[in-house]
Structures are given as structure tokens and as C-alpha cells.
């Protein structure tokens, strides 16, 4: 994996290449990944410079569709996952759950970079240099989609079939209400509480899904979600990089510049409050 311009080739498609993607500012990679359980995994990272986001999307084994959307403008990372019912279990249709947390910098290469990417050899099978484990997230409240253009306009279309099952976290409404233009009070309004518990008893919405027999009644599901390989940081080398001024810069001589990425892998587990456990029969 490496950085190359469309430019540079030879050829009359590169260079077409290379006017469509400063036309539309969009540019898309497969890749084919192999994850911790030996299967082969298919990504599809699509990269937007003009509205400055990425987006990863693949499907588990088991058929769940995984979409990861980054807004590097408005600091905002959403999973979204497609979970197919179980029908023996009375699930006909599938589930869409939306998580909307605070992407951290420098977790993800930029749009603009991704947009520089490309493949040498695309039918590689690749694995993530780099394990950065699991982080947890609680959520607090459900996003109301006609009110989330203030976190993210990319929210509502991305999660419209999960208009109740879109969820957000008190900790970074606050954390991005100190954004420039940003304010807590809309921001707050765009999302509804959870409902609060009884801490001195043992309500059902305040236990696990995993510990209520009764399927129609709340709970706290858990879900996890692993992304088993993502451009995560930039390798740069010192040095002359074959005299191409799109790498380094346009500077000449020694420099350092662009020769590589970092890659990863990261798990996410997120525990939401569900008003019946039918909606999170996979946490048993």
C-alpha cells in the first residue's frame, strides 16, 4: 500500500483518473482483509475532499453490514450496523442501530490522504500492523434525526432506517459544543435521554439484556463491532522521494515526505438502552 498520484501515470485512464477525482473530490479503494478468525474480509473505503469524510463498509460472516462514517470537519465518527433477524426467533426483517460518538485526530488518515491512496496490488490479502484493542462507549440518549444536522448533516441520511436506534453519548455532546459555532443547548436538543432508572433497585431497564428472560421487556444490550483493518496514521521517510513534488511538497532536496500508512485494528463495544430485549436477542 502505498501514495501515488493519478498524474504521474503514463497512460491515458490515469490521467482521466486523476480529472474525475479533482472533479468530484471522491476516490474509493477495496481492500481485501483477513481477520483475527482467518477469514477474508472485503472493504470499501470511499474518501469525499469536498465534504472532507471517509467511509469504510463491509459485512461479517454473519451477514451484518458494517458502515463507518468519519466527519473530520465536525470531529464526528458514526458505526452503523445492519443486523439480519433471526427468523426461528421471530425476527423477520433486519435491525439498523446508528452510534454517533466524537472521532479522536489521529485516528484515521485524513480525506485528503485517502483520496491520494492507492493500491499496487490489489488482489492482496492484508493484515493491520498495529492492535489498538477495544474501547467502550455508553450511551446516553437516542439522536433525533430531524434535529442531528448540528452534530453531523451526514447523520440523517446515513441512519434513516434507524430513526429510533440512533444513539449518542452525553460526554461528547459537550466536548463538541466547545467547537467554534457550536452550542450545548442545540446540540442537546438534538437528542432525547435515555429513561432514568432506579439506582437503589434492580429495575429491567437498568439490567442486561443478557440477565432478563422476558423478551418484551427493556434491558441494556451490548454490541460489539471490530473494524479489522483502517489507514490509521502516515509513514513518512527522509530522503528524495523520485523527484515527485505531489509527495513532498514541491520542496526540493532532501525532505521528509509521504512514503506509506500505518494500518490497524480496532474493536468497539457499545452498551444502549433498548426498550424490549427482542431488539438485542444476539447478547445472551
Not at 469525499?48 to 463507518?68: A, P, Y
Request: aromatic residues 8%; charged residues 20%.
Amino acid at each position: 500500500m502505498y501514495f501515488k498520484s493519478c498524474i504521474s501515470r503514463k497512460i491515458v485512464i490515469g490521467f482521466i483518473c486523476f480529472l474525475l477525482q479533482i472533479g468530484h473530490g471522491i476516490s474509493q479503494l477495496v481492500i481485501n482483509v483477513q481477520n483475527q478468525g482467518g477469514e477474508v474480509v472485503q472493504e470499501t473505503i470511499t474518501s469525499s475532499v469536498n465534504d472532507d469524510t471517509c467511509t469504510l463498509e463491509f459485512q461479517r460472516s454473519d451477514g451484518t453490514l458494517i458502515t463507518k462514517l468519519i466527519d473530520f470537519r465536525n470531529e464526528v465518527q458514526v458505526l452503523k450496523a445492519l443486523v439480519l433477524g433471526e427468523e426461528e426467533r421471530g425476527q423477520s426483517q433486519y435491525q439498523v442501530m446508528c452510534f454517533v460518538t466524537k472521532f479522536q485526530k489521529g485516528d484515521f488518515i485524513t480525506a485528503d490522504a485517502m483520496a491520494k491512496l492507492r493500491q499496487k496490488n490489489p488482489s492482496t490479502i492484508r493484515t493491520p500492523e498495529e492492535d489498538r484493542g477495544k474501547e467502550n462507549y455508553t450511551m446516553t440518549g437516542w439522536v433525533q434525526l430531524d434535529r442531528a444536522y448540528p452534530i453531523s448533516r451526514h447523520i440523517s441520511p446515513l441512519c434513516l432506517e434507524a430513526p429510533e436506534a440512533t444513539y449518542a453519548r452525553d460526554v461528547d455532546l459537550k466536548a463538541w459544543a466547545e467547537l467554534p459555532g457550536s452550542s450545548i443547548s442545540i446540540l442537546e436538543s438534538a437528542v432525547k435521554p435515555f429513561p432514568t432508572t432506579n439506582t437503589g433497585g434492580s429495575s429491567p431497564a437498568s439490567s442486561r439484556c443478557s440477565d432478563v428472560s422476558a423478551i418484551w421487556a427493556p434491558c441494556i444490550c451490548s454490541l460489539e463491532m471490530c473494524i479489522g483493518w483502517y489507514p490509521c496514521g502516515l509513514k513518512y521517510c527522509k530522503g528524495k522521494p523520485d523527484n515527485n513534488p505531489l509527495l513532498n511538497g514541491g520542496a526540493g532536496g532532501t525532505s521528509s515526505y509521504r512514503c506509506g500508512i500505518k494500518t490497524c485494528r480496532k474493536c468497539h463495544q457499545y452498551s444502549y438502552y433498548v426498550r424490549e430485549k427482542q431488539q438485542c436477542l444476539w447478547d445472551e
